[in-house]
Nanobody
Framework: QVQLVESGGGLVQAGGSLSVSCAAS????????MAWFRQAPGKERVFVAH????????FYANSVKGRFTISRDNAKNTLYLQMNSLKPEDTAVYYC????????????????WGQGTQVTVSS
């Protein structure tokens, strides 16, 4: 099973930008659909964006559409999330997830998860 490690989180002011990354352990990274989820304190883990195996068909939650961009570099086994126009309500731990079969907002259908990286947006 692929192992995932997120990085790049931090503290940013509202209106600013931040990019987070997810490095995969396997050369078979390109056989996985990938997604980003986030979890705020005391709340459920929610879908942010997903992308197909070859970087096709990115799909976003309404709350981030137009502000966030998901992308991947299969040569580097890395998934990215570029976050612009950040808002305090974007504050959460951000997780990447992988599935060979599904490309979906449903977190229960992803079989591999990273440990998460904290993103904090100050007002």
């Amino acid at each position: 099973q692929v192992q995932l490690v997120e990085s790049g989180g931090g503290l940013v002011q509202a209106g600013g930008s931040l990019s987070v990354s997810c490095a995969a352990s396997e050369r078979t990274f390109s056989t996985y659909n990938m997604a980003w989820f986030r979890q705020a304190p005391g709340k459920e883990r929610v879908f942010v964006a997903h992308i197909g195996k070859i970087g096709d068909s990115p799909f976003y939650a309404n709350s981030v559409k137009g502000r966030f961009t998901i992308s991947r570099d299969n040569a580097k086994n890395t998934l990215y999330l570029q976050m612009n126009s950040l808002k305090p309500e974007d504050t959460a731990v951000y997780y990447c997830a992988a599935s060979r079969t599904f490309r979906t907002p449903n977190p229960s259908l992803y079989t591999a998860w990273g440990q998460g990286t904290q993103v904090t947006v100050s007002s």
